[in-house]
């Protein structure tokens, strides 16, 4: 075997620097096109749940539409075939002073289309998992819906939201990979372009993959820490250890639930 | 427990019902309900639903506060038809408006509904704070009075999965009096209970009779009704079939119904 070890090292500790820009450039599009996700999966959750039957069956049919298609077959459609049929061509614009590249547009809008798609049934599946009788002790006091929602049952769902929406993020920052084919030069691509002229390719996507391990693992401890918290508002303990969260449970543990 | 200083006592009586329902009709998945109800309540009044289960007591509380629609019929409260605009138009009431009128109507679930995430103390405020705008210095004030009144003062930052049931009950008590509501409804309010906590919600509902609050009660709690109401009310399959004073129903009860509901409750 002819592993590289310094090459190794080197590429591990002291990255160059597009392979660095391409790690932040991982977690800035993960990050904006998760915030934008959850925002568009709210609308259509509540287009869902709509008492306008034409919202509900056009959420509907953008649920069915999103998630039975590819991502990759999603993006290319969004960044080359809207520019094809002349449709629409994203352009570099200046943002706060940045630079958005049209490739990284185009990214961040097909991540947040695809992912929405999904996060829109966790929202649903959240809102569902709320007592009828909390709506209805809300409404008791005279709580206008919107208000029924922010005070009441959005604090309640996020309990249950949080961990797959969490796990939602998690694997939006290892899809990120598939954004090189757009050729947004996120890890994955510098990563490739570092294998092609310098042939030690083992050696560098083994750093790429230590990197989205790295990734992935600190935000594991980040999702821990606010779903500890959100059970702590509604006064129960429960620890997931960090082990379990990370190497996968032995066997199911018992579902806790809230009391009253 | 000293609820004598209460902000909320009715003052006097007067001749307008604070409830009046007019042949109200209502069915549930096809089957009526409502038969045709009428009833109304006066100011300080204290009526007590009672009549075999499936006989429509929840459903006719539930439509007082439009968590339940009536087909037909009307129903005021506080001279305001509940769910529709006004009196004369079939019109539906916008939510803006609905959350406006409920918010006069304090209502007391049979499982309590305390919203678990907040303090037994953010139960009582959050009404006040969130609906009516008052202060969050002043609502915090008069929640922790109203959980002292209720006798809860030392569980004011309790979460109600600290609480036992007979204690969760008291704190939405609470919460539904922070609105200062016009008239309070009780559904079934001591039926989750285990039996030795049914006595200190009910005693708390007895002050609140004795401070001459409008209430609406659906109990099982014969003693209760005997000691507490003004009418006591009987509906059976959808229609109110005896409408009495407690002597009266309970020692000479007129319909054939009351008697055996009566008796398989003795």
């Known amino acids: ?260 | 427990m000293n609820l004598k200083e209460s902000p909320m006592s009715a003052t006097s009586e007067t001749t307008a019902p604070v409830v009046s329902v007019r042949d109200a009709c209502c069915t549930l998945g096809g089957r009526k309900v409502l038969d045709n109800v009428s009833l109304d309540v006066m100011r300080g009044q204290v009526v007590v639903l009672i009549g075999p289960s499936g006989a429509g007591k929840t459903t006719l509380l539930r439509s007082l506060n439009h968590l339940e629609s009536v087909d037909s019929g009307s129903i005021l409260v506080d001279g305001m038809p509940i769910g529709h605009r006004d009196l004369t138009s079939g019109k539906k009431v916008g939510t803006t408006e609905l959350a406006r009128r409920r918010s006069q109507i304090g209502f007391v679930f049979q499982h309590f509904n305390l919203f678990p995430h907040m303090t037994a103390a953010e139960n009582v405020w959050n009404g006040p704070v969130r609906v009516l705008g008052t202060p969050k210095d002043e609502a915090r004030r008069n929640a922790l009075a109203l959980l002292e009144r209720v006798g809860l003062g030392d569980k004011a930052e309790s979460r109600p999965s600290q609480l036992s049931g007979g204690q969760q009950q008291r704190v939405a008590i609470a919460r539904a009096l922070a609105m200062r509501p016009k008239v309070m409804l009780f559904d079934e309010p001591t039926s989750a209970l285990d039996v030795e906590m049914v006595g200190e919600v009910l005693e708390v509902m007895r002050e609140l009779a004795r401070e001459h609050m409008t209430m609406v009660a659906v109990t099982h709690e014969m003693r209760f009704a005997r000691e507490v109401a003004d009418r006591i009310v009987v509906m059976d399959a959808g229609r109110i079939i005896e409408d009495a004073p407690p002597d009266q129903l309970f020692s000479n009860p007129r319909h054939e119904r009351t008697k055996t509901f009566l008796s398989t409750i003795a």
């Open chain 1, 1 to 260: 075997m002819q592993f590289d070890w310094q090459f190794f090292w080197k590429a591990l500790f002291t990255p160059s620097e597009p392979f660095l820009d391409g790690l932040i450039l991982t977690i800035v599009i993960s990050v904006v096109a998760m915030v934008l996700a959850i925002l568009a999966g709210l609308v259509v959750a509540l287009m869902r749940r709509s008492r306008f039957a034409a919202l509900r069956w056009a959420a509907g049919v953008y649920i069915w539409v999103i998630r039975g298609t590819p991502l990759l077959v999603q993006l290319v459609l969004i960044y080359t075939g809207l520019a094809a049929v002349g449709l629409y061509q994203f352009h570099d614009v200046s943002l706060v002073g940045l630079s958005v590249k049209a490739a990284v547009q185009a990214a961040i809008l097909g991540l947040m289309i695809n992912e929405s798609a999904y996060i829109a049934e966790i929202i649903r599946a959240g809102l569902d998992s709320v007592p009828k009788g909390q709506f209805e002790a809300a409404a008791a006091i005279g709580m206008k819906p919107g208000k029924v929602m922010r005070w009441i049952i959005m604090p309640q769902a996020l309990r249950v939201m949080v961990p797959p929406l969490g796990n939602s993020f998690n694997g939006m920052m290892k899809t990120t990979s598939v954004l090189s084919v757009i050729g947004v030069s996120e890890m994955f691509l510098v990563t490739q372009s570092i294998s092609s002229y310098t042939f030690h390719t083992f050696e560098i996507f083994i750093v790429a993959a230590i990197y989205y391990l790295a990734l992935t693992t600190i935000w594991t401890f980040i999702q821990a820490y606010i779903e500890g918290r959100l059970a702590r508002q509604l006064g129960i303990e429960q620890r997931v250890p960090i082990t379990q969260r990370l190497l996968g449970a032995r066997r199911g543990a018992p579902a806790l639930q809230p009391q009253g």
